[in-house]
């Protein structure tokens, strides 16, 4: 059974920077892409960004453009989020996922194990 954990969540200012860290165990990582979404209470959890099981593709929200980079280091199993220029918008519950494709989708459907997920909060 594959398993993720997300590492890396916390409290920051606008404009600060955080990296959040996916790392998976338990089953085949690097055949598969890998996404990060989020959630805020009472909203439905929304696409951020995905990779593709190489990493040579990639995907935004326009969101959050030019401001996140999502890569991954398949021989460790992780994948990771830079989120910089952090606005109070960005704060909720970041999940990471793993897909059943070798390409990128940016579908909640699509994607078949989920993290327990890390809170990021930015403070105007």
């Known amino acids: 059974q594959v398993q993720l954990v997300e590492y890396g969540g916390g409290s920051v200012q606008t404009g600060g920077s955080l990296r959040l860290s996916c790392t998976a165990s338990?089953?085949?990582?690097?055949?598969?892409?890998v996404g990060w979404f989020r959630q805020t209470p009472g909203k439905e959890r929304e696409f951020v960004s995905a990779i593709s099981w190489s990493g040579s593709s990639t995907n935004y929200a326009d969101s959050v453009k030019g401001r996140f980079t999502i890569s991954r280091d398949n021989a460790k199993s992780t994948v990771y989020l830079q989120m910089n220029s952090l606005k109070p918008e960005d704060t909720a519950v970041y999940y990471c996922?793993?897909?059943?494709?070798?390409?990128?989708?940016?579908?909640?459907?699509?994607?078949?194990?989920w993290g327990q997920g890390t809170q990021v909060t930015v403070s105007s």
């Open positions: 338990g089953g085949p990582f690097g055949l598969y892409s």
């Open positions: 996922a793993r897909s059943e494709s070798l390409a990128v989708v940016t579908m909640r459907q699509q994607y078949g194990y």
